[in-house]
């Protein structure tokens, strides 16, 4: 069966530490909005919202389908699972992993780890140096179902691409560094806590666009620090 690039993005209403996050506005539209059409201008392939059968979710996967994104419903606990069968129903290959707390994901990063996993044959593909929450992870078909097959732990049952990190050669990993006007891996640009949601909120606030670029969320941070100092 022919498969293709997409992107797996992955969302639940039960967050422990902030719950119902993703659907807590930022400039306007909520992050889970922000984060689904930031990887749909990505161009890359599919967005696909891989959410859990709870009756909570059900909102999410409303929200996926007006955007024009589709959606896979699966496993509540076992993310690794959930992804494997989101990447089996729509034949992705190679796999674009998100998450729903990044709401400023750079919408560039797919097409670039895509294109090192081309070139490179490698079966996983990341870059560090970017603002945390802006960058998202490349994993073939093969190395997710063999995760899936071999990680035991619900560390890497939960995590997805633990397991390949920790287990692959060096020769099947790639570890890339982002653009120069992307580099700034001190700034926290995702949202796990209520002091989260307030910066991000107030970087978009001081960034004054309507989908704000990272290179104008990271000068916008680099104004309110000073600033505040």
């Known amino acids: 069966m022919a498969t293709r690039p997409g ?7 039960a967050s422990v530490r902030l719950p119902a996050k993703v659907l807590a506005p930022v400039g ?29 979710d059900d909102v999410l ?3 996926a389908s007006r955007l024009g994104a589709c959606v896979f419903r699966g496993d509540t606990d076992v993310v690794l699972a959930r992804m494997c069968g989101a990447a089996e129903a729509y034949d992705i290959d190679p796999i674009v992993r998100a998450t729903a707390d990044n709401p400023a994901v750079d919408p560039a990063a797919p097409a ?10 490698a079966d996983y593909a990341r ?5 945390i929450g802006a960058g998202v992870e490349a994993i073939t078909a093969a ?7 071999l990680a035991t732990s619900s560390y890497d049952r939960e995590h997805v691409t633990t397991f390949i990190r920790a287990n692959a050669s060096p020769q099947r990993l790639r570890l890339l560094s982002p ?19 307030a910066w991000i909120r107030e970087l978009f606030f001081r960034a004054a666009a309507d989908e704000p670029s990272v290179p104008q969320l990271i000068t916008a941070a680099r104004h309110t620090m000073r600033r505040a100092a």
């Open 127 to 131: 870059e560090d140096g970017l603002p």
């Open 61 to 63: 996967a409303l929200l």
């Open 179 to 197: 653009p120069a006007a992307l580099r700034q891996p001190s700034l926290r640009l995702t949202v796990d806590t209520a002091d989260d949601l």
């Open 7 to 13: 992107i797996i993005l992955q969302a639940r209403l």
């Open 143 to 149: 190395a997710l179902r063999a995760s899936a097959c």
């Open 112 to 121: 670039r780890l895509i294109e090192a996993l081309r070139t490179s044959g």
């Open 28 to 56: 306007g539209r909520t992050i889970l909005h922000r984060c689904i059409t930031r990887l749909m201008s990505s161009g890359v392939g599919p967005v696909v919202l891989a959410t859990t059968e709870a009756p909570a």
